[in-house]
């Protein structure tokens, strides 16, 4: 379900249905002209024009639910289109409800999953569905791993990779990092092929590329064929002092990642040890960037067996390890940078989570 959504009806079948929405999903709000009030308080009776009232909820909510003609609808959103990252959804709805359209942003506004939802909320009811991936049955390049928390790098090649992907063409599927279950079928489209080295990507054979990786690429031959998703993999344990800023933390973690080739935008989480007053840089950097901090008392930090124990940390912690043991304890996996030190106040050690 997406977020902030308005149905808007104009007849009083259509604030039948109008309802029936609302009976599953209470968080909609309702908009219907004045004339058809009917003295209830579940519904925002509106007396401007029906144009006007279309742009102002464009412009504020993250889906619009129209109750009248797929033309009319059409007329009306059009002077405020800007592009399918920033569009809301749109669906429209006749005024039987045998029909829900997803008119507008189908994937990356919801459109399309709202649809098949609302449908189910009438007998006889058809999602009406025309994106080609959707259509296809096949992967859905612009929104492989959203529900993840995955992030694409670079939307450059999206259309031009989604293009390969509806019409078949031959794509190389690179993945190294981040959750297995990401696509719903026990097997992939098969004109995708699964590869277990970035460099077979390099071949001509394939069209197109799917790479899934917590890695910088700089490979140019791949780069110009792919679309690079960024799992949350990654977990930065931090060993720090009470008055570590905010800016020694950033810098220290952007030239650790850098120097390992390894993206800012698969980092899951912070980690570090449990003090009995926050340390303010830590919290200024986790509010920033909104970057959650995972944080272990001494004892369980303790218990971890970690390469680089320190007799220093242990007499001032009471545990010989806090980046390394934190981070490794957060990511339930693999320490793959071990301590950094940026005297005099900061140490950083990378795990990577393992992903069943």
């Not at 209470?26 to 009917?38: F, G, L, S, T």
């Not at 390890?321 to 996996?333: D, M, N, T, Y």
Request: with cysteine; charged share 25%; glycine share 6%.
């Amino acid at each position: 379900m997406v977020g902030k959504t308005a149905v808007i009806s104009i007849t009083r079948h259509g604030i039948e249905i109008a309802r029936r929405i609302k009976e599953n999903i209470p968080e909609v709000e309702i908009y219907a002209p004045m004339k058809h009030n009917d003295s209830t308080s579940d519904i925002n009776w509106f007396t401007e024009q029906t144009s006007q009232l279309v742009a102002n909820l464009f412009k504020t909510k993250d889906a619009l639910i129209c109750i009248f003609s797929l033309g009319a609808v059409i007329r009306l959103i059009a002077p405020f289109l800007v592009d399918k990252k920033s569009d809301p959804a749109v669906l429209v709805i006749d005024d039987k409800a045998n029909f829900v359209i997803s008119t507008l942003s189908g994937h990356l506004g919801g459109a399309n999953a709202l649809a098949r939802l609302i449908a189910s909320f009438f007998m006889n009811s058809r999602p009406v569905i025309t994106t080609a991936a959707d259509v296809n049955e096949t992967i859905a390049v612009d929104l492989l791993g959203r529900e993840l928390g995955w992030e694409i790098e670079n939307n450059k090649n999206v259309t031009k990779v989604s293009a390969f992907m509806v019409n078949e063409e031959k794509i190389g599927l690179y993945q190294e990092t981040g959750e297995k279950n990401w696509w719903h079928s026990s097997s992939l489209p098969k004109n995708v092929i699964v590869v277990k080295s970035l460099d077979q990507l390099r071949s001509l054979d394939f069209k197109g590329a799917l790479i899934i990786s917590d890695r910088i690429i700089t490979d140019a031959i791949i780069l110009e064929k792919s679309v690079i998703y960024r799992p949350k993999s990654l977990v930065i344990g931090l060993g720090l002092h009470w008055d570590t800023n905010k800016n020694d933390i950033e810098s220290g973690i952007h030239a650790v990642m850098k120097d390992k080739g390894l993206s800012p935008m698969s980092i899951r989480n912070v980690s570090s040890i449990t003090r009995e007053i926050k340390i303010r840089g830590l919290q200024k950097f986790s509010d920033q960037y909104g970057i959650p901090v995972e944080a272990y008392d001494k004892d369980r930090l303790a218990a971890v067996k970690v390469p680089n124990p320190s007799n220093m940390v242990q007499k001032y912690e009471g545990t010989a390890s806090v980046s390394e043991a934190s981070s490794i304890l957060s990511s339930k996996g693999e320490l793959i940078v071990p301590k950094q030190k940026f005297p005099p106040n900061l140490t950083i050690a990378i795990s990577r989570i393992k992903f069943e």
